[in-house]
């Protein structure tokens, strides 16, 4: 139940609750875009908060590896999952910032987009889950064992159960039912509250975000 509580939050916040990864097998690409290039190659990393890049290559559509970005180059907003590369001093700022689309052959030079061309080794997620992302996984995790629970107070779909012996009698009520369990008011409140926090959570980790063609 918690591993499923876990992955519904990540889905519907669209953040990495558990830890992910891109090595060099299987790295985030990323298209080139000359006016983000001139940008001093501005990159959104699909999955954020940022733990650390690894590393950055340009590599063009025949398989030539163009480029490995200095480390030192690499300017990474953790929390929004933003990376700019301001080269350094040396040969390369020169051509970089001079001449914008200098590291690229001849050939492409003149294009203004080529597909997957920034190959992004990093890893994403929180260093600390905060608390309030472990309450929504917590009341949603609990919504299955409350089920099974509520079954258990007096019987599957039994809501009344009653006894008697010599004059004397004893009955018992629950919210049961046929198609309530004994903690479904519970349960509801739960489902209230987790579709309550959601737009909330998202905003507040996620932003607004939007694309302008």
Request: charged share 20%; no cysteine.
């Amino acid at each position: 139940y918690i591993r499923s509580a876990v992955s519904f939050v990540e889905h519907q916040l669209d953040l990495p609750v558990r830890p992910v990864s891109f090595d060099a097998t299987n790295p985030e690409r990323h298209d080139f875009m000359r006016q983000d290039y001139y940008k001093y190659m501005w990159l959104q990393l699909k999955y954020f908060p940022v733990l650390a890049v690894d590393s950055i290559q340009l590599i063009l559509p025949v398989g030539q590896k163009v480029i490995d970005v200095d480390p030192t180059w690499m300017h990474v907003d953790k929390d929004s999952g933003q990376i700019m590369i301001i080269p350094g001093q040396g040969a390369a700022s020169q051509l970089v910032l001079g001449q914008g689309g200098a590291w690229l052959p001849l050939l492409y030079r003149n294009v203004d987009f080529i597909p997957d061309v920034f190959h992004v080794q990093y890893s994403a997620g929180f260093t600390a889950v905060p608390e309030d992302i472990k309450h929504m996984v917590g009341m949603m995790a609990a919504i299955g064992p409350l089920h099974v629970a509520g079954d258990l107070i007096i019987g599957a779909g039994i809501a009344t159960e009653s006894i008697g012996m010599d004059g004397l009698s004893q009955m018992i009520s629950s919210t049961a039912s046929a198609t309530n369990s004994g903690f479904g008011a519970r349960i509801l409140h739960y489902l209230r509250e987790i579709r309550r926090e959601i737009p909330q959570l998202r905003r507040y980790y996620k932003g607004t975000r939007f694309v302008a063609g």
